[in-house]
């Protein structure tokens, strides 16, 4: 077996993709997740994709004690940290729940980890550590002035890990990654996006419409200064995400860094509108999709467009996917889903 390395939030969207490529890099992941925003039948599905039984333990990264036990049991020479709220709105009508959620447990994780005997850190950050920023693309070096409660929290996270590694006879490396706009599922189409409660995101809403759970989909103002004045975002293949974090932990645990902590964006570099993502829905689909027009949603910005190529540089990444691969990927996942029951109105059907 490979060096084990814990993956906080293994069991969600972004963390059970991660998991798949960690074993298929050799890792072997130890996934702290507390079922908070996810369901236990990933697990189930990671053992059938990844064809080997995997160690889970229903932990919330606030419990220290809990996460001291876990660290003893198993030693981790890496820690991926994914566990978090992530709805912007949400946070800012309950700020202080994703600041304890967040910060206060990643504060609890990080210290856990470190005085266990560090290793490398890989953080899921986001470019909303970026706020609202009128130039294009975005690179590491712009300010960092997030401009909502769930911005600041990871922003918070990322000084908070700079600030650990680099204290005095620190043993922990740090690495952060900021993503654009996540989408599309495993090819396989046994894990994918899963939201609990009404997404904010584009792709699960499209779903949501195309599957019947939603009537319409709204589209928030097309009087942006972008190509067809809808919002303009640079998506992000989730397998090429997951990916990244694998080849990032590689250089970590290899010393491969020139500072002990290093911010990088994962992004494409190519940016889609609103419309042309739900035209690529309608191809894959066959069918057109119910669209209605609101207004612009307050806290949204009419671009986001990484600049990806510190990320080649630092750790030889570059997204292989592009938006059909991620249409594609999603709808086949939905069918999955739905035929499971996963998505009905009586959650107790089993999944695979
Ligand atoms: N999906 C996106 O659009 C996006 C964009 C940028 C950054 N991120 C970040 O990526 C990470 C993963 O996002 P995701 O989309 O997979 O979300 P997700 O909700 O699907 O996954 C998060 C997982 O963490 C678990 N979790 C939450 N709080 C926990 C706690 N206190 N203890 C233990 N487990 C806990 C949840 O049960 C869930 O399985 C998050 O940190 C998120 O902020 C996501």
Sequence with gaps: MG??????????????????????????????????????????????????????????????????????????????????????????EAPLKY???????????????????????????????????????????????????????????????????????????????????????????????????????LFPIVVQVAVGQRETLTIFGDDYDTPDGTGVRDYIHVVDLAQAHVMALRELLNGGFEQRFTALNLGTGTAYSVREVVSAFEREMGQPLPQTLGARRSGDVATLLADPRAAAQAIGWTAQRDLPDMVRDTWRWAGAARQWGLWDDDDSAAAP
Excluded: W
């Design 3 to 92: 060096k084990k390395i814990l993956v906080t939030g293994g069991l969600g969207y972004i963390g059970s993709h991660v998991v798949v490529e960690l074993c298929a890099a050799g890792y072997e992941p130890v996934i702290v997740d507390n079922l908070s925003n996810a369901r236990a039948s990933v697990l189930e599905r990671l053992e059938r994709l990844t064809q080997q039984s995997l160690t889970h333990y229903d932990v919330d990264i606030r419990n220290r004690a809990a996460l001291e036990t876990v660290l003893e049991r198993t030693p981790c020479a890496g820690l991926i940290h994914l566990a978090a709220f992530k709805a912007v709105g949400e946070s800012v």
């Design 99 to 201: 600041y304890d959620n967040n910060v206060a447990g990643s504060v609890t994780l990080f210290d856990v980890f470190e005085r266990a005997g560090g290793g490398g850190i890989v953080f899921s950050s986001s470019a909303m550590v970026y706020g609202d920023v009128k130039v294009f693309p975005l690179h590491e070096g712009m300010p960092v002035q997030p401009n909502n409660p769930y911005g600041s929290t990871k922003a918070m996270m990322e000084q908070i890990l700079a600030d650990l590694v680099n204290a005095p006879g620190a043993k922990t490396l740090g690495l952060s990654l900021r993503y654009f706009n996540p989408a599309g599922a495993h090819d396989s189409a046994l894990i994918g996006e899963d939201p609990k409660d009404r997404p904010n995101n």
